[in-house]
């Protein structure tokens, strides 16, 4: 936060009027150095977590609603997708490099070739709604992509790291359930949020949502059902919800595709 406080300052001194978005920036910074370091100096014990927390969420929250503000601007949409695909691109490597912790520890079960699949569909799903699904020629703020990679690297972030909580002995399994679903929860909820940018022809629609959700419940309820122990069901859980939603998007381009020709 100190080094872009000083890179937006460094940067205001170029222009005879400072705009607006970098005036924000400069006041957002001094603020969120100003809370972290109060939710520092009180520490953990007297709730200087809660405030560290709360000026994170905060710093996510409100410069969408000042930058909002602003008059609208063309913005090079596709160079703002790209860059934040790759960050993604990097977080699915990272799932695979966990992965492969597994391999040099642990014998080759069918466990461990679920997960392997299973962060392959979701790489593919991925990629069917970057490329195939999104309109990467047009004139917005782009917001909306923001917090739909921030949603998605969050959540296999937490998918990466249940992988490696899924093999330690003292495990506590009904966390490691809700903590893994919560993973693939972020990772839809930030494709869905990225829908607003999708081509005219593949906008989903309410029931498409519900349809998604279903599938998405399916997979939760298989993995609830394992017992504490049973690290089989519990990977199928996950693997089934995603090979799910994966053939529902195939389906549902094919089916688009299919109208547009009537």
């Known amino acids: 936060s100190l080094v872009l406080l000083i890179q937006h300052w460094l940067k205001s001194r170029e222009y005879p009027k400072v705009p607006v978005s970098i005036k924000s920036s400069i006041i957002l910074y001094i603020l969120e150095i100003i809370g972290l370091t109060i939710g520092l100096l009180l520490g ?6 809660y405030v560290v927390v709360a000026v994170y969420i905060s710093m996510i929250v409100v410069p969408s609603i000042i930058f909002s503000m602003e008059e609208q601007k063309e913005l090079n949409f596709p160079h703002l997708v790209e860059r934040f695909s790759l ?9 695979i ?29 991925y990629v069917l709604q970057i490329e195939k699904l999104m ?6 703020r782009g917001f909306g992509i923001v917090y739909s990679s921030i949603a998605i690297f969050v959540g296999l972030t937490t998918l990466t790291v249940s992988f490696s909580f899924g093999i330690e002995p003292d495990v506590n399994w009904l966390f490691l359930k809700l903590f893994k679903f919560w993973g693939l929860f972020l990772f839809f909820v930030g494709l869905l949020i990225s829908d607003k940018y999708n081509k005219d022809k593949y906008k989903i629609q309410k029931m498409d949502i519900l349809k998604c959700f279903g599938l998405f419940l399916i997979g939760f309820l298989i993995t609830l059902s ?37």
Request: hydrophobic content about 50%.
């Open 135 to 140: 309109n990467h020629h047009q004139s917005v």
């Open 226 to 262: 394992a017992k504490s122990s049973n690290y089989f069901v519990l990977n199928f859980g996950a693997f089934s919800t995603v090979a799910l939603i994966f053939i529902y998007k195939i389906n549902f381009i094919k089916t688009r595709k299919k109208l547009l020709k009537f």
């Open 97 to 125: 490099v966990g992965i492969a912790n597994i391999f040099g520890k642990y014998p080759l079960t069918l466990v461990i070739v679920m997960k392997y699949i299973t962060v392959v569909l979701l790489f593919g799903i």
């Open 87 to 95: 960050i993604i691109i990097i977080s699915f490597g990272e799932m």
């Open 44 to 49: 953990i014990k007297n709730g200087g977590g």
